[in-house]
């Protein structure tokens, strides 16, 4: 798409992530037009550090290398991206994908569990993938050691795999799962949200887990401990109103400890595909449903317009909304009502104070001030 280099320097721009990235392009309509704005807002909200975003130059280098290994980037609100994915509040602005992206046309099943997997898990895992790819569904998985390499390996037998992966598109991770990813590439789809040469490292990892959960309608988990990746992936699905399932194991087992404590919460169990594909919900893109009018489709329901921002934030707005604000997470209607100023203006400070890194927008249209020195990572 011609505006794509235009889109990538937005999204990589210092502070501006997910959920800042789709404020900017309903406030201005377009990349370009935010990317002129952005310093002149960050100035008025008092951000002392200039922004630093990449040259058209290095980011054209990096979709030229992305092509050159059979890729190419989709964006959040383009049709192409995929519809499932989209609906997450924090979305990914651009993603890398290397494969044959009309895999996200069908219905997604994530598997996950344990890296360090027993092999009877690993079995089942690899036989239930296969049955649930060889009837028509996506296996969605991390490409990690244990439960999901055997769901990886599992589903190439029968049908397609997608690959979510941690780093760039050039640094699957663990190295030794190299020939793995470039089988599912060529067979079925690999999807990066770092840019290319990123080694992916522990931060990395919960964000990959969030494009698993939202590429899927539901998430099988297999052998989790408690306080495990995979239990992050089944809250992050939970979260997004995606069906949770997991596998029943020995409570001898630590690995199992988590999964079994998933369906004391309520998961459904799982012993076989069926009770996979009995209990998925349906999909959104077949309801018409979605949380943000920027991923309208002429195929389905009409959507409430979006809530209005003003053009301009008032210096006194910023300041009435930075005194109502705390480290404790508030409600942006909550500010709303507490505050002299109109909506608009609220949520053009908002924006303002965002891009200054000053506040941090949560889930749940929520945010917190941020003090001094202390970095936003839910934005990013």
Not at 183 to 211: C, D, K, M, S, W
Not at 320 to 343: E, K, M, R
Request: glycine content about 8%; overall charge neutral.
């Amino acid at each position: 798409m011609k505006d794509g280099p235009t889109r990538l320097r937005l999204a990589r721009t210092t502070g501006v992530g997910p959920i800042l990235y789709r404020r900017l392009m309903q406030r201005f309509g377009s990349a370009e037009a935010a990317l002129a704005e952005l310093p002149a807002i960050a100035s008025r909200a008092g951000r002392s550090q200039p922004l630093d975003t990449p040259s058209l130059g290095s980011v054209q280098r990096e979709m030229a290398a992305v092509a050159r290994l059979g890729g190419h980037f989709l964006f959040v609100d383009t049709p192409d991206y995929p519809p499932l994915l989209a609906l997450l509040n924090d979305a990914p602005p651009a993603i890398a994908v290397l494969g044959n992206t009309e895999y996200f046309s069908r219905t997604g099943v994530a598997l996950v569990g344990a890296r360090n997997a027993s092999a009877n898990g690993m079995r089942f895992a690899a036989e239930l993938s296969g049955d649930l790819a060889g009837r028509g569904l996506a296996v969605v998985s991390g490409l990690a050691r244990g439960i999901d390499a055997a769901a990886h390996r599992g589903a190439l037998k029968t049908g397609e795999t997608i690959a979510c992966i941690a780093g760039g598109l050039d640094r699957p991770y663990p190295p030794e799962h190299a020939d793995l990813l470039a089988e599912i590439a060529e067979r079925g789809l690999v999807v990066a949200e770092a840019p290319l040469g990123t080694a992916p490292q522990a931060r990395h990892f919960p964000r990959r887990n969030r494009v698993i959960a939202g590429l899927s309608l539901g998430v099988v988990v297999v052998e989790a401990a408690f306080r495990s990746g995979s239990l992050i992936t089944a809250r992050l699905a939970q979260e997004e109103g995606r069906e949770l399932f997991s596998v029943p194991g020995s409570p001898l087992d630590a690995r199992c400890h988590g999964s079994n404590w998933l369906i004391k919460q309520g998961a459904q169990m799982v012993e076989t595909a069926d009770d996979v594909i009995a209990n998925l919900p349906p999909h959104p893109k077949l309801e018409g449903i979605s949380r943000d009018p920027l991923f309208a489709r002429e195929t389905q329901a009409p959507r409430p317009r979006p809530p209005e921002i003003a053009d301009f934030a008032p210096p006194q707005a910023v300041a009435a909304v930075t005194a109502l604000l705390s480290p404790v997470p508030t409600a942006v209607d909550d500010l709303i009502a507490h505050c002299q100023f109109s909506a608009p203006e609220v949520r053009a400070a908002l924006l303002d104070l965002e891009l200054a890194g000053r506040v941090e927008a949560l889930p749940g249209s929520r945010v917190a001030l941020l003090s001094p020195g202390q970095l936003s990572v839910t934005s990013t």
